[in-house]
């Protein structure tokens, strides 16, 4: 059995032995070095050649950002950011996964020492996960220039992700015109992760972009993002589709779920509904994409190329949920092929 070599990079002495402990639980990681600044970690992964490194967001030295921007310029591979959750923790944490940082992981703000037994396992699927992923080497793409307002049929977006998705959702809403058919998002998130990425979405798209709320009618022009954690974002109403947020307990191992999203969608909205699965790992969403399909949605998969994790995307194709697997790039365009007045066919 081929061992993960990871490489922990934090300034933190505390952290890198409680990190060094959690990873040497695991048969399948192997920790290599530890290094408590982005300059000794230059040296270590030039002389260790590590398959992932964990990196934290703000050291001495180097700012993790600009030290993540060079390994993805001069050496790309898979990172996993380890952060506190703050509101600036935050925002660094999404400008790392938009600079190219396969995943994230959220460190308990205080009791440490909870991660040996609350946040053990996640840290090392993570961690194992991101050894398979597909990097992006070099700077961000450019961003997109929104498609100009057209006529659509009365149509609902629905769209899921999970690691890799920061970046890919921001490829697809880049698309979307200001006039967009209502959209709903489920992206894996912990909490306090989801207003931010919301308001960064809106940033850069033509449409509104918010956190969905209990109730809302979905509105042309509006993209909803499933808040993180607490709830799973499910499409309810006849006539008018609202959102609903349902707290019950996780499904597929998520909440909120993507397979949630893509059952209510197909419940409620039918063959009205286009669905989308993206970057992630596991398989949450494809049963669900499955149901949008046999309730006549068009339905979309990311392709194997492009996507950071293939592993929804392709639990989805294998069970017959994806009627077309496209590259990231053409995603966004196809979907608004297909809502538009003038489409001639659903896929």
């Not at 982005?38 to 703000?58: G, S």
């Not at 149509?155 to 690691?163: E, N, R, Y």
């Not at 509104?208 to 022009?221: D, H, Q, Y």
């Not at 077309?324 to 659903?346: D, V, Y």
Request: hydrophobic share 40%.
């Amino acid at each position: 059995m081929k061992r993960v070599r990871l490489l922990i990079i934090d300034d933190s002495i505390t952290v890198r032995r409680l990190l060094t402990e959690i990873f040497g639980r695991d048969p399948e990681i192997e920790v290599i070095g530890a290094a408590p600044d982005p300059l000794v970690a230059r040296q270590m992964i030039k002389d260790l050649n590590p398959d992932v490194i964990t990196l934290d967001v703000e050291m001495p030295n180097m700012n993790g950002l600009d030290f993540l921007e060079k390994i993805m310029r001069l050496r790309p591979m898979p990172v996993v950011m380890v952060s506190t959750l703050t509101k600036r923790g935050t925002e660094v944490t999404l400008d790392a996964l938009a600079l190219g940082a396969v995943d994230y992981f959220a460190k308990p703000a205080g009791n440490l020492a909870s991660l040996l037994n609350d946040g053990a396992e996640g840290l090392c699927r993570k961690v194992k996960s991101a050894a398979a992923a597909r990097v992006r080497p070099g700077p961000p793409k450019p961003a997109q220039t929104p498609a100009p307002q057209q006529e659509f049929q009365k149509k609902l977006i629905a769209i899921g992700s999970s690691t890799g998705g920061v970046e890919a959702l921001i490829d697809v809403i880049a698309h979307f015109p200001a006039n967009c058919p209502p959209t709903l998002i489920t992206q894996h998130m912990p909490a306090g992760f989801t207003t931010s990425f919301a308001s960064r979405l809106d940033r850069i798209s033509a449409a509104k972009v918010t956190e969905a709320v209990e109730g809302a009618p979905l509105s042309p022009g509006h993209i909803y993002l499933a808040p993180g954690a607490v709830s799973h974002l499910e499409v309810t109403g006849r006539g008018t589709w609202r959102c609903a947020l349902v707290p019950d307990a996780p499904t597929s191992g998520h909440r909120p779920s993507v397979d949630r999203l893509f059952y209510s969608v197909a419940r409620t909205v039918g063959a009205d509904a286009i669905g989308a699965i993206l970057t992630g790992m596991g398989s949450d969403g494809a049963a669900g994409l499955r149901a949008m399909r046999d309730a006549g949605a068009a339905t979309i998969g990311q392709d194997e190329g492009t996507s950071v994790v293939y592993g929804m995307p392709r639990v989805a194709f294998q069970q017959g949920a994806v009627q077309r697997q496209l590259p990231l790039e053409k995603i966004g365009p196809q979907i608004l092929r297909i809502a538009s007045s003038e489409a001639k066919e659903t896929a």
